[in-house]
């Protein structure tokens, strides 16, 4: 068994408690009269089951509760006591409740203990943890607007309740069906607890969207690496250009075909700043800068030499000018001796005429040179102006041609100077752009040369191996979720429930039930295939079929639930099963049938439940409110309670307002 139902407990508003016990594994029937609060009592269990509706019954006997209590207890021996407040007034929903887990020793809490410790949510999911309801998440069909259902108890619960309304609907078969949300919850939980869908369907699901996402991922990384490994040799040579243009790499001789790998190498050097040449430690405009440097030196000492060959020049030309000058002056005193006679004049006057003056004809103490020595002196320096003369036109025109190239020298100066000033220039205005380039071209660098691994081969084959074994896992994963599956594996399901229900509805002598009859899950409820005619439950008529078809569905689901050990509870809780055989009051207050027929078949449905019990020894409880008393041993040792005569009823007298 999974769990089953110890105990209720009934708890006043003034701190009195009752306590309601069970048998475990066996048919248990609370017989009474009307207005005893037997169907109280279902909506109570229902209650505990983590339902949030507050119970609520026409003759208000649940307003005397303060809180209701139910001991489930476990197929391994431990129990739970499950404690829900009733709120006084008119609250029409509540979600508190006391949860307390223990031992097979656990009892119903005492009053003074009673306090909420948790909500429904948390409780429905540790008792259906404990009774192995799994976390199973049910997706809604493609284009339903509904969220994801996850299962737990309370699903299950639905299939463990017959309240006195529904047991004899003609329409709707389970718990709680008709009511927003419900429908679909059932027919999306149903195949989860007939063990149509893995357990852990929502393990699956979610491990199924993991390997897809993997597999999509891994597909796109194959097809990028395939276009990387066409494109990555283009794009590391467009870079390593780009290199170059920033001043991160020297650039490859024309003829030079470089590999991947060593374009990478390259590219890895140019990344730390190095440039690719051995032995190279400056950029290019460094080299650049130097050469102009080296241009400016050598024209300004070309400019410089010049200078002084002119110095020299001029400083030999204002010499010869001055000397002229002093010749000039010589000459022009010795040019009147044109006006002496000859020397030849004076030969024959003899030694003497040398010692007298020419002019005065007075004798000298000191004679005057000879006109002879004289005019010899005047042709010397004659001779000699003469020189200087001729060599000045020469000096002046080696003089315009030094001025000439000394003006190229300048100009080549000005030149260089301007061309290095540039340079500085530059660096100083456009520094930060350049270097802003070379970090922008290093990232890219660093990006491109990241997707380089990807189109390698071995990284292409491996991403190859790594989509097979993704594709074999969501193929696997997609076969086990598959709808095809699912439908086959529910199909089967749903023929054993129907062979049961088949046999069940013949053992309680049913209309159509020599036809095969199913449960259909798309309208929830019952089908009579008669002669390959499907027959709803509303068309085979009656209270006593509705009633009967109600019990031996239900029968059948839990059958299927305990031979495929599923997390449902084994317990069926039903009100008023015998209500189509008794009609009248007089017949209800003596729980005798009307007629010897009603009441067989008021006996037929009692036997076969108690059948089901001993059947399945152990592993199935039913609780049965109704007005029958059925005078047979069996049936009298299944009567828990019999809440007939004065105050025997759910809530004793001493609870009510009235009677206080």
């Keep these: 068994m999974t769990v089953q139902l110890v105990s209720l407990a009934l708890y006043s508003r003034n701190g009195e408690r009752e306590v309601i016990p069970f048998q475990l594994g066996r048919l248990n029937v609370i017989t009474g009269q009307s207005k005893t609060g037997k169907t109280v009592l279902v909506k109570l269990i229902d209650y505990c089951l983590g339902r949030s509706d507050v119970p609520a019954s026409a003759g208000g006997v649940e307003r005397a509760l303060g809180w209701v209590g139910a001991l489930w207890q476990f197929a391994d021996g431990g129990r739970a006591f499950v404690g829900r407040?009733?709120?006084?007034?008119?609250?029409?929903?509540?979600?508190?409740?006391?949860?307390?887990?223990?031992?097979?020793?656990?009892?119903?809490v005492d009053p003074g203990a009673l306090a909420p410790n948790t909500n429904t949510r948390t409780m429905r999911l540790e008792l259906g943890s404990r009774i192995g309801i799994t976390e199973?998440?049910?997706?809604?069909?493609?284009?339903?607007?509904?969220?994801?259902?996850?299962?737990?108890?309370?699903?299950?619960?639905?299939?463990?309740?017959?309240?006195?309304?529904?047991?004899?609907?003609?329409?709707?078969?389970?718990?709680?069906?008709?009511?927003?949300?419900?429908?679909?919850?059932?027919?999306?939980t149903i195949p989860y607890f007939l063990g149509a869908v893995p357990p852990d369907q929502a393990l699956?699901?979610?491990?199924?969207?993991?390997?897809?996402?993997?597999?999509?991922?891994?597909?796109?990384?194959?097809?990028?690496?395939?276009?990387?490994?066409?494109?990555?040799?283009?794009?590391?040579?467009?870079?390593?250009?780009?290199?170059?243009?920033?001043?991160?790499?020297?650039?490859?001789?024309?003829?030079?075909?470089?590999?991947?790998?060593?374009?990478?190498?390259?590219?890895?050097?140019?990344?730390?700043?190095?440039?690719?040449?051995?032995?190279?430690?400056?950029?290019?405009?460094?080299?650049?800068?130097?050469?102009?440097?080296?241009?400016?030196?050598?024209?300004?000492?070309?400019?410089?030499?010049?200078?002084?060959?002119?110095?020299?020049?001029?400083?030999?030309?204002?010499?010869?000018?001055?000397?002229?000058?002093?010749?000039?002056?010589?000459?022009?005193?010795?040019?009147?001796l044109n006006l002496l006679p000859l020397d030849s004049e004076q030969e024959g006057a003899g030694a003497e005429a040398s010692e007298v003056c020419p002019v005065c004809g007075s004798s000298q103490a000191n004679p005057d040179p000879s006109s002879a020595q004289m005019r010899a002196a005047l042709d010397q320096l004659s001779d000699r102006l003469r020189n200087v003369r001729t060599a000045s036109p020469a000096k002046s025109a080696a003089l315009d041609r030094l001025n000439w190239r000394i003006e190229e020298a300048q100009a080549r100066v000005r030149q260089a100077r301007s061309v290095l000033e540039a340079s500085f220039g530059a660096d100083a205005t456009v520094g930060r752009a350049a270097i802003r380039r070379q970090d922008f071209t290093r990232g890219r660098i660093d990006a491109i040369l990241a997707r380089a691994p990807e189109a390698d081969d071995t990284h292409r084959d491996a991403l190859r191996e790594r989509i097979t074994l993704a594709e074999q896992a969501v193929a696997e994963l997609t076969l086990q979720l598959s709808d095809d599956t699912a439908r086959e594996r529910l199909n089967s399901r749903l023929l054993a429930v129907g062979r049961d229900l088949t046999a069940y509805a013949r053992r309680l002598e049913l209309e159509h039930s020599e036809q095969d009859v199913r449960i259909d899950l798309a309208r929830l409820t019952v089908i009579a295939d008669v002669d390959d005619n499907p027959v709803p439950l509303h068309r085979i008529g009656s209270a006593e079929n509705w009633i009967g078809y109600h019990i031996a569905g239900h029968l059948a689901l839990h059958q299927t639930f305990i031979r495929h050990e599923r997390p449902v509870p084994r317990?069926?809780?039903?009100?008023?099963?015998?209500?189509?055989?008794?009609?009248?009051?007089?017949?209800?207050?003596?729980?005798?049938?009307?007629?010897?027929?009603?009441?067989?078949?008021?006996?037929?449905?009692?036997?076969?439940?108690?059948?089901?019990?001993?059947?399945?020894?152990?592993?199935?409880?039913?609780?049965?409110?109704?007005?029958?008393?059925?005078?047979?041993?069996?049936?009298?040792?299944?009567?828990?309670d019999n809440w007939r005569g004065q105050g025997k009823a759910l809530i004793p007298a001493a609870w009510l307002p009235a009677q206080r």
């Design 85 to 108: 407040p009733i709120p006084a007034g008119s609250a029409a929903e509540n979600t508190e409740v006391m949860l307390v887990i223990g031992d097979g020793h656990l009892t119903p």
């Design 136 to 188: 199973s998440q049910i997706d809604p069909p493609a284009g339903a607007v509904r969220e994801p259902l996850r299962t737990h108890l309370g699903h299950a619960a639905l299939l463990c309740v017959q309240n006195q309304d529904e047991i004899s609907n003609s329409m709707r078969l389970f718990h709680r069906s008709g009511q927003r949300g419900i429908d679909e919850a059932l027919r999306d």
């Design 204 to 336: 699956l699901k979610a491990t199924l969207r993991q390997e897809t996402r993997r597999l999509q991922r891994l597909e796109r990384d194959l097809r990028e690496a395939d276009s990387a490994s066409k494109e990555i040799d283009e794009d590391l040579r467009s870079l390593l250009t780009e290199a170059v243009e920033a001043g991160l790499a020297e650039q490859p001789d024309p003829g030079e075909g470089l590999t991947r790998p060593e374009l990478i190498s390259r590219l890895h050097q140019a990344a730390r700043g190095q440039v690719t040449a051995p032995g190279e430690s400056v950029t290019r405009q460094q080299d650049s800068r130097r050469r102009d440097q080296a241009e400016l030196a050598i024209a300004e000492d070309e400019l410089d030499q010049l200078m002084q060959q002119r110095s020299l020049l001029l400083e030999e030309t204002e010499g010869g000018s001055a000397y002229a000058d002093a010749l000039d002056v010589q000459l022009g005193r010795l040019t009147s």
């Design 571 to 640: 317990l069926l809780v039903i009100d008023q099963p015998s209500q189509g055989h008794y009609p009248s009051e007089v017949a209800k207050r003596s729980g005798r049938a009307d007629t010897d027929v009603d009441e067989l078949a008021v006996r037929r449905l009692y036997e076969l439940m108690n059948e089901f019990t001993e059947q399945n020894p152990g592993q199935f409880q039913i609780i049965a409110v109704d007005h029958a008393d059925i005078d047979r041993d069996w049936f009298q040792n299944a009567v828990v």
